[in-house]
């Protein structure tokens, strides 16, 4: 079977416009959380990570697009710009486009907000996106909670697999809306700090935004640096609850289990596991049952969502973008907020930025309606 590779990537957050510059400011220890004040979002101060709307049209408008845009589809269209121009690929038959998003453009359901509410259909955002750049092939929209990221990996090198593509380009992301942030309030889920994964002192957990991008491909002549080759994932559903993960880690336990079995690989092999690590009570109480049922209590661990608060559908997407970085520059980033473990079981938690040989690491993933997904990815040999 051919291997299938993450090539070109490109972040747009609130700690910068494109991978390296967010790889950057990770390592110096820098968050995009902030306390926000904004009654359009929600009725009181709240922490979470907000791209700069004035850079953001500006950085849009040097594209000089033709129409009027969305929020989330300028920040996706922004990232995949990028990713396309430099990797040259031509849109043809053979080169497919995957979204991945929770929610879409959730906030024109807004009576507020000026575009038709008709944007809200994550089909019609991805046809606005196939449109813009003028891919040939008809877009796929995957929508599986906080997993869909990391799920639009695994479809797109199936997909490859199977020779459906040559090449895939994904686009992921999610923003802060009134919807979002009301939603996980209900489930007093909200922490009115800055989120701490893993901590004894978490309270929660604060939404961020996102658009990232990357090109899945099975081309190895036309690689970046930091490219990872995808040496297997899988998806398992817990079945627990609507909202809350099995107590005994079980969907998590079972993706990551297949996801080394098809990699050919254990928990010796694992250099570093970039963890889903929302800051709430049941989800890292979960995510170290299921680590330590594998054997992986001691592998160096982090959650990326100190820096970026929890970017829902493009979570999965930019913490394996960050994951690939991290292996490049042979760096593990700390865990920002954690100070003190607060779990029952044992985690290597990430504690300062460290320099380390790296070649392997597993991303981890888990979502409302019990689904979780796994994907483990290998250092590219120069």
Known sequence: ????????????????????????????????????????????????????????????????PNGDYTRLEKMMILSLTKIIKASGVALTDRVGLILSTTKGNIDTLDPRNPMPSER????????????????????????????????????????????????VFIVGGDIVSNFILSGFNSFQAMSPLPCKPYCKQRSGINIGEVATSVLVSK???????????????????????????????????????????????????????????????????????????????TVPLNSLKGYFGHTLGGSGLLETIVGMHSLYHNTLYASKGFTELGVSLPLNIITATTSKDLNCFLKTASGFGGCNTAAVFKKVES
Not at 28 to 47: A, C, H, K, M, R
Not at 133 to 160: D, M
């Open 1 to 64: 079977m051919n291997k299938i590779y993450l090539s070109y990537n490109n972040i747009v957050s609130s700690l910068g416009f494109d991978s390296p510059t967010v790889v950057h400011n990770i390592h110096e220890g820098l968050s995009g959380v902030t306390l926000i004040e904004d009654e359009n979002l929600f009725p009181s101060p709240f922490y979470a990570s907000v791209l700069d709307t004035d850079k953001l049209g500006m950085a849009f408008e040097k594209l000089q």
């Open 219 to 297: 081309d190895q002549k036309k690689l970046v640096p930091e490219a990872v080759e995808i040496l297997g994932e899988a998806s398992s559903n817990d079945a627990n609850h609507i909202s809350g993960p099995s107590r005994t880690g079980e969907g998590l336990y079972r993706s990551i289990l297949s996801a080394f079995k098809e990699a050919k690989v254990g928990s010796r092999d694992i250099d570093y596991i970039s963890a889903h690590g929302t800051a709430t009570n049941f989800n890292d109480e979960m995510e170290a049952i299921a680590l330590n049922r594998l054997g992986l209590d």
């Open 120 to 167: 809200a259909y994550l089909g019609t955002l991805g046809h606005i996106i196939k449109n813009y750049f003028g891919f040939t092939t008809e877009p796929i929209v995957l929508s599986n909670a906080c997993v869909s990221g990391i799920l639009a990996i695994s479809i797109a090198k199936r997909f490859i697999s199977q020779g459906t593509f040559d090449k």
